[in-house]
């Protein structure tokens, strides 16, 4: 017959406290986890925000159908511009019919700011040229991004503008 065994007894594990520095590790890791993700978030907000900014988005909401039918009415009478605006704050802006003639006779109206901000909106009267172009003169420009946007009108008392285009141009150093 066989005898049982004794029964065995585990080894006991050994027990390990945790040390101020594992605390210390443990938050050090846990914020700069926290801090990279945020940097992360961050960069990509910076660099994929348009700058496209509504200062009344109800109302401009509102006429949302009234503006889709302006572009379509833009679109069909196939009117082209030429905008250059140089560092000095010279600005030339020709705009051309579907033919190739020049549109004269235009109360034209441009900004040019920021994309992130209005702070440094500039807006400028152009006055026409003899040359068919409308032109003015502001201050000078820092280099950067910067977002022109026209509209022209066939007299001040318009309300909708009958030629809009916008770009964001580049001042060079």
């Not at 209005?118 to 820092?142: C, E, F, M, W």
């Not at 009108?153 to 001042?171: G, L, N």
Request: proline share 7%.
């Amino acid at each position: 017959m066989l005898t049982p065994s004794p029964p065995r007894h585990p080894q006991p594990i050994p027990h390990r406290q945790m040390a101020g520095w594992h605390v210390l590790a443990c938050m050090v890791a846990f914020f700069a986890v926290v801090i990279s993700v945020n940097g992360a978030m961050i960069y990509s907000a910076l660099l994929t925000y348009s700058g496209v900014v509504s200062t009344e988005p109800y109302r401009k909401g509102l006429h949302y159908n009234d503006r889709v039918r302006a572009d379509e009415i833009q679109q069909r009478i196939g009117w082209k511009d030429n905008l250059t605006i140089e560092r000095n704050g010279q600005v030339q802006l020709a705009i051309i019919n579907a033919d190739g003639a020049p549109v004269n006779g235009l109360d034209v109206r441009l900004v040019i700011g920021r994309p992130t901000t209005n702070r440094h909106d500039v807006v400028i009267a152009l006055a026409s040229t003899p040359a068919g172009q409308y032109a003015a003169r502001t201050k000078a420009l820092s280099q950067g991004h910067w977002i022109a946007s026209v509209e022209a009108r066939t007299s001040q008392a318009d309300r909708e503008p009958v030629y809009r285009a916008r770009r964001r141009i580049w001042i060079a150093p």
